[in-house]
């Protein structure tokens, strides 16, 4: 009797412990949902600068070999961070990168893309990728060629390339490497200058992998509403920030529905950190690196800030799921929602340095393009879903020698913005 509660004694130890130990050892990944375990996840008061960047590193340690980055996203160097961000941050203040020389960039941009488009159109999700790497290229990068002259081929390389290698960047396989080579060997042929860009990748991810889905995304909520077209057209004709923010009387403005595309869909759905797991972290970096290898999920843990959650969540009322670009007017925003909003940049030292001068280019690109639809010799075809990096299955730039009946586009691209096409 004694040796069979002796054996139920043992087996009860024995499991207790190993659902401990599974429970610990076990790779769970930690979401943080709400305003205070965001901040306290990205901004630990008692972290140092080279501890965040080590955490970001870690988690975006696939990034180096599945799209060839070595800029501070996957760097835990301090002087990496300080000289990219320094440099990212002249980038933007750059003469391109004023508003209308941005925008006749982006005009200049756009009707190279259309000029070399299928006589019925082309793809959307294509269209805009091209059109915003080219921006990046010549307005923020400062490549020394006109903008409409840019190899073509190399443009399509690399924006699908990009597009292919992040979701083949999980598990990086010979076919991705080979993809890479090629990406970085048509990039090479558009930003020629080495000593600036050793690495083009650092710079054309960050800035033309979120810039261009929030153009898409802006777009597909607004191109058949010719109310916020209208908004569009008046950033096109005169792009200043206080056009942009300007609100109608129904209190919406281009801002308001830049804010709200990217409150729905923030680029960065999740932002990512891996640090040692607790009790784990007085040991030497290295060392923790070794004991990973051996034991795998053991020395790390993997946490995210569901940026797209909590900007869905409740605080926004029972219709967060609803496009409503009159959310964000004057008065109307409550500190809780405001405090959301600001995630879609990151929060603390790591913080985003385009925050305030992504949504005007978003905004001017936006509006460049339907600049170019007003006129009615092209015209957006939405597909079923609107898409994120991919699924913009059935969305098209279409050419009016498709059928459609519009009339023929100005020559002159800084008109005065006429009565929009539904
Ligand atoms: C709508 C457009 C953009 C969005 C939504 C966005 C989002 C973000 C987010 C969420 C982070 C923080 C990442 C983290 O903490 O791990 C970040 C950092 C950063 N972004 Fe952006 N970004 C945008 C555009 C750009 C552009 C156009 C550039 C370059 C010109 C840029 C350059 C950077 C840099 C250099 C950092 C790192 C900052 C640091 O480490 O201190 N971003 N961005």
Known sequence: MISILCIALVALIVSLFLRYFTAFFSSTVHAHRSVASIRAFLHSP???????????????ERL?????????????????HKAFTMQARELIKTPQARWTDFRHLTTQAIHAELANSESHGTLF??????VTLRVVLVGIMGVQTAVDSLDRESIVVVVEGIT????????PSPASRKLLVDVKHHLRRLVLDEDTFPNPLNFVVPAWETLWRVVATAIAYTHDNPRLEKLFLEVYVNPKEEVFRAEGKDGVSVKGVVDETMRLHPPSRHISRVRPRLGWSWVPGALLNVMEKLWPGTQFQRGYADVEEIQRSSVWGEDAHVFDPARHSTGRLWEGQAETMSFSFGYGPLRC????????????ISASIFDCLEGGEYAVVPGPNIGAREGWRGWRIESSSCGRSRSKKSENTSKTPGKPSA
């Not at 008692?46 to 975006?60: C, P, Q």
């Not at 070999?65 to 002087?79: I, Y």
């Open 46 to 60: 008692n972290k140092g600068i080279e501890e965040l960047l080590t955490e970001r590193a870690k988690a975006n």
């Open 64 to 80: 180096v070999e599945g799209m060839g980055l070595s800029n501070t996203f996957v760097s835990p160097d301090r002087t990496v």
């Open 125 to 130: 999700d294509r269209f805009v990728q091209s």
């Open 164 to 171: 292919k290698l992040w979701s083949l960047s999980k598990k």
């Open 353 to 364: 340095i385009a925050a305030s001068w992504a949504p005007m280019a978003v905004a001017v």
